[in-house]
């Protein structure tokens, strides 16, 4: 199982990008997808996942929104109104297994599979 995470840059304050990571397993429709970063120097946290229902940080929401695309075996994550501190490397990550528990959707070791990760950079 590979991800693909593709999207990131260089974009100032207020701007958007559009994050997409491409998951090669079959399974892609039925399991939990998420998204985490990790900035310079801190752990890695919960950006937003998608299983049964979707769920964001707080720092996140209404500005993000996590979405698939079967057909194309693609997640996406919209990012708008972006903010200096929101800097850092995105990963995406995904698991066979469709949560039930809510918290499990975000802790990063509940996910198997992880991608290389892309940059996001939001300049003042």
């Known amino acids: 199982v590979q991800l693909q995470a593709s999207g990131g840059g260089l974009v100032q304050t207020g701007g958007s990008l559009r994050l997409s990571c491409v998951v090669s397993y079959n399974t892609f429709s039925r399991g939990t997808m998420g998204w985490f970063r990790q900035a310079p120097g801190k752990a890695r946290e919960f950006v937003a996942a998608?299983?049964?229902?979707?769920y964001y940080a707080d720092s996140v929401k209404g500005r993000f929104t996590i979405s698939r695309d079967g057909a194309k075996n693609t997640m996406y994550l919209q990012m708008n109104s972006l903010k200096p501190e929101d800097t850092a490397r995105y990963y995406c990550a995904a698991d066979d297994r469709s949560f039930s528990v809510r918290a499990h959707f975000f802790q990063a070791e509940r996910y198997y599979y992880w991608g290389q990760g892309t940059q996001v950079t939001v300049s003042s």
């Open positions: 998608d299983g049964r229902g979707t």
